[in-house]
């Protein structure tokens, strides 16, 4: 059973930078995407930023890029997603998921199964 584990969030100011992480266990594969996703309140959940556990291979929402960026420790089967630069629109419960076969939330092609409990950012102005 594949179990995610995400920690970081918190409260900024507009400017700001925070750290989000999602530890992955229970893959029998090396090989997984994952994710991150954000419901602000009164909206509908979207895609921030996925990563490739066995490469380079990444995907930013238009509204995130070139301030959030993805890494990962393999040994640690950690992902990160380092926000900077954060709006006051970027405010949302943050959540962690990863690739699997059964149906899930799908985004740029990859089948999201998994879901961690997600933390909340928020950024004031």
């Known amino acids: 059973q594949v179990q995610l584990v995400e920690s970081g969030g918190g409260s900024v100011q507009a400017g700001g930078s925070l750290i989000l992480s999602c530890t992955a266990s229970?893959?029998?594969?090396?090989?997984?995407?994952v994710g991150w996703f954000r419901q602000a309140p009164g909206k509908e959940r979207e895609g921030v930023a996925a990563?490739?556990?066995?490469?380079?291979?990444?995907y930013y929402d238009a509204a995130v890029r070139g301030r959030f960026t993805i890494s990962q420790d393999k040994d640690k089967n950690t992902m990160f997603l380092q926000m900077n630069n954060l709006k006051p629109e970027d405010t949302a419960i943050y959540y962690c998921?990863?690739?699997?076969?059964?149906?899930?939330?799908?985004?740029?092609?990859?089948?999201?199964?998994?879901w961690g409990q997600g933390t909340q950012v928020i950024v004031s102005s």
């Open positions: 998921a990863a690739s699997g076969p059964t149906s899930g939330t799908r985004w740029n092609g990859v089948n999201f199964s998994y």
């Open positions: 990563g490739f556990s066995g490469g380079s291979v990444t």
């Open positions: 229970g893959y029998t594969t090396p090989y997984y995407y």
